[in-house]
């Protein structure tokens, strides 16, 4: 699996302007909502989807990429925002709608919202009903991602990725899973090494992230849709409680457990046989 960087557009919609990715590929559409650092501009774990034959929209979130913050601004704002970008692509049915990490509360908001538009939700690694991040992230974000600091944060990761990526892999992995760093690495294939080292060399906050850290409504109980909720007990950034609640609050939910040594549920020995699943719940 490699990540690489993809080209995007914008739109203007009457909610603002709006960063996206459409790949088209002729059959049925699934709308992906990334999380924090994430743009329309890169692609993660997007395989299962493509090799499936279906198209993948992606927007930028509110101030990832090219999304002014101010539009949509909040997740059921963004939510709204999504069924107007796939009204003005012509897309009148969503085969599923993705949530990964923070772009989870994102996905289950316009499930709620547009009943109509979505047919199943699919969660990974993704943010629940609970309160999240705890106090000492939430400081530190403010610290390290606020106006000129969060270019600075990331001209850093990005040269340390370039010169040293062992020790970036380290570092910046190691806040990702409840496993030591150095384990979670040395348990890469050379392929995910390489595609976790481009990723991050191409990350960036912008506004999002700290508008990500906002106090978020629950809209899980009222998704009707059918749900897939994939997450690690191994996960330091979003503790599977996250998943448990997820599962517990959508009333047609199932909660597949990954494998996986972090965060990033697409790098496990396990991923074949979740994709596999994951091919059977969206053609249901």
């Not at 481009?198 to 700290?210: H, Y």
């Not at 972090?262 to 249901?284: A, C, E, N, Q, Y």
């Amino acid at each position: 699996m490699a990540t690489v960087a993809r080209p995007t557009t914008t739109t203007r919609l009457a909610h603002g302007v709006v960063e996206y990715r459409h790949d088209r590929r002729g059959g049925a559409t699934v709308v992906v909502l990334y999380g924090g650092h994430m743009h329309a501009g890169l692609a993660l774990g997007e395989d299962v989807f493509v090799d499936a034959g279906y198209s993948v929209l992606v927007p930028s979130r509110p101030g990832y990429g090219r999304t002014p913050v101010s539009t949509g601004t909040t997740v059921t704002g963004f939510a709204d925002v999504v069924g107007s970008l796939c009204e003005h692509l012509g897309i009148r049915r969503v085969a599923a709608v993705v949530g990964v990490s923070g772009g989870g509360p994102t996905a289950t908001a316009t499930a709620a919202r547009h009943p109509d538009l979505v047919e199943r939700v699919v969660l990974q690694s993704a943010l629940g009903p609970l309160p999240w991040p705890d106090r000492g992230t939430r400081l530190g974000a403010h610290l390290v991602f606020a106006g000129a600091t969060e270019g600075v944060t990331w001209s850093v990761v990005h040269a340390i990725m370039r010169t040293v990526p062992d020790l970036g892999l380290r570092a910046l992995l190691g806040p990702l899973s409840t496993r030591p760093a150095r384990q979670v690495v040395t348990a890469l294939s050379p392929g995910d090494r390489a595609t976790l080292i481009d990723l991050f060399s191409r990350m960036r906050s912008g506004r999002g992230f700290l508008n990500d850290l906002a106090v978020t409504p629950d809209c899980s109980g009222d998704v009707t849709q059918p749900a897939l909720v994939i997450a690690s007990r191994n996960d330091a950034a979003v503790p599977f409680a996250h998943a448990e609640a997820l599962a517990s609050g959508i009333r047609y939910a199932t909660l597949l457990e990954s494998g996986a040594d972090s965060h990033f549920v697409w790098f496990s020995p396990d991923w074949p046989m979740i994709s596999r699943k994951l091919r059977d719940f969206l053609t249901g």
